[in-house]
């Protein structure tokens, strides 16, 4: 049960976290800066009994994975910036009929087209509110290869453990960053499986709660239990119910299954919070600078702390809440105009200064920037 040491890069690294966490089917379509993602997959697929199709654009490839969830097996998808725009439709249905999945989203610069090559932070609040509806999200954003790796691991464990989408939030500066990781063994990590039905192939309702969990089991298609799936709201025959009680009992559950576990949802590091008056609250590709801004201010004399969010959705309201508190000036870094910023203002005191360093010209912001924003705070 050895470490595996390797240099890889960020893309490699959400594959190898997806297969190692049991992933074995990939659909997707070609899009810079995820490319090498699909590459990786139509290579070490195969190879395990997998299968990677290439489908003929980005809608088709997240009904691909979502048929493919419901036939049994764990699946994934990856794209970049309008890719993502257009898998949406399909990401609200997976929502609905809690179709366990995971959509690796290498940012890049937008909107529309963009710039293809360059790195962006600007898909975050689409990761939560891209499709139409209130429904739950769960996303988390790696600040380095080694993070990918386990992210990835993880993101595939949550979406079968409460069957649902989730979103692995990249940046073309991860994607694309190559390091020396050390892994750990395969043997150590623990996979997480969806659930089965205990009871008959003639006594079961595909959406009849069988624990405390509020998480529906979900057989394989042709195993025996025949269930029908639809995007309307639905009761537990999984048949559509156009009546008002049900549709706030489903839309609850999809809500509740998320909020009675969000606490241990929250993945975080954090850096110097004690005896610190400035807060700096980063994530992804920007969380690099802004440690490295961290250190640079730590050697300057300002007493700094350092908060860098790995799950993004549910938003981690009591980490940052708890982080920030005591805070004389709180820096929000990231790589677009603002879209976490208005997250922490949401749940901080209004008394408390929060200051953006923010860049979206597709260039990786820099510690400099960051550190505009602490220093002349007492």
């Known amino acids: 049960m050895s470490e595996r040491v390797s240099l890889m890069q960020g893309n490699e690294a959400s594959v190898e976290g997806a297969l ?3 992933v074995r089917f990939y659909a997707g379509y070609p899009i810079t800066p995820s490319s090498e993602v699909a590459e990786d997959f139509a290579a070490k697929l195969p ?4 299968k990677f199709i290439q489908m003929e654009d980005e809608i088709a490839s997240m009904a691909a994975i979502v048929g493919a969830s419901l036939a049994g097996k764990k699946a994934v ?3 970049s910036g ?6 949406q439709e399909i990401i609200g249905f997976a929502n609905m009929i809690e179709a366990p999945c995971v959509v690796i989203n ?4 937008g909107p529309s087209t963009g710039l293809p090559t360059s790195p962006a932070q600007g898909d975050m609040m689409q990761a939560r509110w891209g499709t139409h509806g209130d429904h739950p999200a769960l996303a988390v954003a790696p600040s380095s290869v080694a993070d990918t790796y386990l ?3 993880q993101a595939v464990n949550w979406a079968e453990r409460f069957r649902m989408p989730v979103m692995v939030m990249l940046d073309e500066t991860i994607g694309h960053l190559r390091e020396k990781v050390i892994l750990p063994s395969r043997e150590e ?5 969806r659930k089965h039905p205990q009871g008959s192939p003639q006594s079961f309702q595909p959406y009849d709660i069988e624990d405390e969990d509020l998480i529906p089991p979900l057989p394989p298609y042709g195993s025996g239990y025949r269930f029908h799936t639809t995007g309307l709201y639905h009761d537990e025959t999984g048949f559509p119910a156009n009546r008002p009680e049900i549709t706030k009992r489903l839309l609850d559950r999809l809500h509740d299954k998320i909020d009675r576990y969000k606490e241990t949802l929250y993945l975080y590091d954090s850096f110097g919070l004690r005896q610190a008056n400035q807060l700096i609250i980063s994530y992804g590709g920007a969380a690099r600078s802004a440690k490295a801004a961290w250190r640079i201010a730590r050697e300057k004399g300002l007493l700094v702390g350092l908060l860098i969010l790995k799950t993004i959705w549910p938003f981690p309201e009591e980490i940052v809440a708890q982080a920030g508190h005591d805070k004389n000036n709180i820096v929000v870094a990231e790589m677009n105009r603002g879209q976490l910023i208005g997250e922490v203002e949401r749940i901080m005191d209004k008394r408390i200064p929060i200051r953006g360093a923010q860049r ?3 260039v990786l912001i820099t510690p400099e920037q960051i550190l505009a924003q602490l220093e002349g705070v007492n």
Not at 82 to 87: E, N, R, T, V, W
Not at 189 to 193: D, F, L, P
């Open 20 to 22: 190692d966490a049991g």
């Open 47 to 50: 190879p395990l009994g997998g």
């Open 82 to 87: 309008p890719g993502f725009s257009l898998k």
């Open 77 to 79: 998808t990856a794209t």
């Open 189 to 193: 990590m623990i996979i997480v499986n």
């Open 360 to 362: 979206a010209d597709g």
């Open 151 to 153: 992210l990835t691991f």
């Open 106 to 109: 290498v940012q890049r610069a």
